[in-house]
């Protein structure tokens, strides 16, 4: 038990550590960081049905399903018992 506990503050103190000296050249803007995100997922989406994984009407499809799933505040329709 007591080395779990000194693991714990370690990493905690590790964390703390690299959250107080983070490089200001590497924080990136809201924007920067959801195109990063929409590129990111628009390559695994094309590679995929360029495999054939599954087809563009298929994933649009999904896309729909998925979108009336998500009610206003971005909660699953499904979690909240719907």
Same mark, same amino acid.
């Not at 803007?29 to 959801?34: R, V």
């Given at each position: 038990m007591e080395c779990w506990s000194t693991e714990i503050k370690e990493l905690r103190e590790?964390?703390?550590?690299?959250a107080i000296t983070f490089d200001?050249?590497? !924080?990136v803007? @809201? @924007?920067? $960081? $959801?195109m990063s995100q929409i590129v /990111? /997922?628009?390559a695994v989406i094309r590679l995929l !049905?360029? &495999?054939g994984v599954?087809? &563009?009407?298929?994933f649009l499809e999904m896309v729909n399903v998925v979108d009336s799933e998500i009610g206003k505040n971005g909660v699953v329709s499904q979690? &909240?018992?719907?």
């Open positions: 590790e964390v703390t550590e690299m200001p050249e590497q !924080i803007s @809201n @924007n920067e $960081l $959801l /990111s /997922s628009e !049905i360029e &495999k599954f087809t &563009k009407e298929e979690m &909240k018992g719907g």
